[in-house]
């Protein structure tokens, strides 16, 4: 709950953002039942709210009006449609074909920097995620070009860079390519309930070890 999450702010001295899901298939998907939600939030003091923008289909579904009444957007690139047309959600097995992990790459990179460039977004999240078939390989095919591509996006389009604490993600090499090109960072993580919270540890860790 709010509380819940507000008290281990307290505990540790976060000062946190909370995000609703707004997309296809993902929470809120009328701009009409977000703005009632709006209109009835009543924030907290010391807290941060934002728009989790879900899919590449949210920005037909909401204006920039509505948009605007978060303090920030942030999105992946968990869910997006493959070369031959299918919509994917890649942390659902059977909605995710990955065949040569080569070419799910380059795909995959493609559509993050479309993202980044083309969707008025300040934080990218869950960076570098891959599905479970091949995150096996991470070191291998996030290749440093394909790490410089994406950072490339980032520091042109000023978005920040979340260190995710839940999937420990980026990798030390990968934050340490960012930090030199000049991006900024965020701490997060997904839901997962209180004790996932914690204490953001893979993000300080990462602070010391990539010198943040």
């Known amino acids: 709950t709010l509380e819940q999450a507000q008290a281990n702010a307290r505990k540790y001295g976060y000062t946190y953002g909370y995000a609703v899901n707004c997309g296809l298939q993902m929470g809120f ?5 977000l703005r009632e939600y709006l209109d009835g939030y009543d924030q907290p003091p010391h807290t941060w709210h934002a728009m989790q ?3 590449r289909e949210w ?3 909401f204006s920039p009006e509505i948009r605007s009444r978060f303090d920030y957007v942030f999105t992946d690139a968990m869910t997006w449609t493959n070369d031959k047309g299918k919509r994917m959600r890649l942390w659902i097995k059977d909605e995710t074909e990955v065949g040569d992990p080569q070419d799910f790459m380059e795909q995959l990179v493609d559509r993050i920097v479309r993202i980044l460039e083309d969707e008025p977004i300040d934080i990218y999240v869950n ?3 891959l599905p479970d078939e091949i995150n096996v390989r991470y070191d291998e095919l996030w290749t440093e070009e394909r790490m410089d591509r994406v950072i490339k996006a980032l520091v042109e389009n000023d978005i920040a860079l979340e260190i995710n604490c839940r999937r420990m993600i980026p990798s030390p090499a ?3 390519h ?3 090109a000049g991006v900024k960072f965020t701490f997060g993580t997904n839901n997962g309930g209180s004790e996932d919270l914690g204490r953001m540890d893979y993000a300080i860790r990462m602070v010391s070890e990539c010198g943040l």
């Open 174 to 176: 990968y934050i340490k």
């Open 29 to 33: 998907e009328k701009e009409e039942e």
């Open 178 to 180: 960012a930090r030199e």
């Open 59 to 61: 920005l037909d579904l």
């Open 127 to 129: 960076p570098t995620y």
């Open 53 to 55: 923008a879900e899919g």
